[in-house]
């Protein structure tokens, strides 16, 4: 994605907790979303972060820093139906126009 | 109940064709767009419109058109001249203010042969 990183793949076991980071380029900053998207479907609305802090939404959670350009997306008491890519994204210049990240391939095994 | 609709679901066509993917949304949204996701790949921008009659190219416009006629509808065309068509195409819509969190439609997977 256009200057936003994140992490390609990752393995976790289910019911424990995994982080996945974002990390995206400040200028024009205007909000970071994170999105789920299972595969062959369409991206699902996860948190959306504009101010510094955590914001908590049942078993997952979303960290923003805006003055390092850095966000994570923790999920907690990881269960099967987690396996899907987590899609972070970044508010642009033109405020309402997302610019996403690669995604990161999430995998739970049992 | 809202939401947005993209048909079909798949669609395959001869190269040289053009074809165009329908997308509707009743959420009453003002700004539309269009992405291409290609296996393993985060969404590549098309197209994006934040009022009827008006629309803006996104990162990857070459070979696509589109058109605002109506709030609700905002249907791509894929031409001839999109060199590489075949990918997952994804519509969304949002508010075009905060916190403009982007709602998607089912996608609709193009094969070209």
Request: glycine share 10%.
């Amino acid at each position: 994605g256009q200057n936003i990183d994140q992490p390609t793949e990752m393995t976790a076991t289910e019911g424990a907790i995994v982080q996945i980071n974002c990390t995206y380029q400040t200028s024009g900053f205007n909000g970071l979303f994170w999105y789920q998207q299972h595969a062959g479907e369409a991206p699902t609305f996860l948190s959306y972060n504009v101010l510094d802090g955590l914001e908590e939404k049942g078993r997952f959670s979303s960290f923003l820093s805006r003055s390092k350009g850095y966000s994570y997306l923790l999920l907690k008491e990881l269960q099967m139906k987690d396996s899907a890519s987590y899609l972070c994204a970044r508010g642009g210049d033109s405020s309402y126009k997302l610019i996403f990240g690669s995604g990161t391939r999430l995998l739970v095994r049992p | 109940d809202g939401g947005i609709t993209q048909s079909p679901k798949y669609l395959f066509r001869k190269e040289g064709q053009n074809v165009t993917l329908s997308c509707e949304q009743n959420l009453n949204h003002d700004a539309m767009y269009w992405y291409r996701q290609d296996p393993g790949q985060g969404l590549r921008l098309i197209y994006y419109s934040q009022i009827v009659n008006d629309f803006q190219k996104g990162d990857i416009a070459e070979g696509y058109s589109v058109s605002r006629e109506k709030k609700e509808s905002f249907p791509l065309t894929v031409t001839s001249a999109q060199k590489n068509p075949t990918a997952f195409y994804l519509c969304a819509s949002s508010t075009t203010g905060r916190p403009y969190e982007q709602y998607f439609g089912p996608g609709t997977r193009l094969t070209v042969t």
